[in-house]
């Protein structure tokens, strides 16, 4: 356990949460609570869906005084900002948080790239289709990342025979 997920479990309310994690980068650390499911009863999915979001929206409204103070505390000790989010059953919500700025440069072959993404409605700005781009390879990033360690591994097998 890290230090941070180590902080925040001697901060948080046992109350709060059935389990959470604690995610962080250099600029932003979020904490994700489980909440205990309602009871089912006679809902279908959609109702479920929405008592979910409904017990969600409750917890974020009940406790938001307290989670600004922890957040303040952990701000001030490890100097990253804060965000909060909760799941109960299938239905995930991240509360106010990050989108850093990330820059980089492109040559003309990835600026034309963009730019047909932009041409073809799929982003308003050469950042947005950017962002897009960065979330299709986190969609694909488990086979991909796979696929990258099986060459890996090929690779290192060839350097082996030498």
């Known amino acids: ?17 059935e389990d959470f994690s604690v995610i962080s980068d250099r600029d932003e650390i979020v904490v994700m609570g489980r909440l205990a499911s309602p009871a089912a009863g006679d809902l279908d999915e959609d109702q479920m869906a929405v008592a979910e979001r409904s017990r969600i929206d409750g917890f974020r409204e009940d406790t938001r005084a307290q989670r600004m103070k922890i957040a303040d505390q952990a701000q001030r000790t490890f100097e990253r900002k804060v965000s909060w989010g909760a799941s109960c059953g299938d239905t995930q919500v991240l509360f106010t948080h990050l989108a850093v700025p990330a820059m980089t440069r ?4 990835e600026r034309a790239l963009l730019d047909t993404l932009i041409d073809g409605g799929v982003a308003r700005s050469r950042s947005e289709a950017l962002a897009w781009c960065v979330q299709l390879v986190g969609r694909h990033e488990a086979d991909w990342l796979a696929d990258l360690r099986e060459a890996l591994e ?3 097998a060839v350097r082996d025979r030498k």
């Open 106 to 109: 492109l040559r003309l072959k």
């Open 1 to 17: 356990m890290d230090d941070v997920k180590a902080w925040f479990v001697g901060r948080l309310p046992e109350e709060w949460f």
């Open 154 to 156: 090929k690779v290192e």
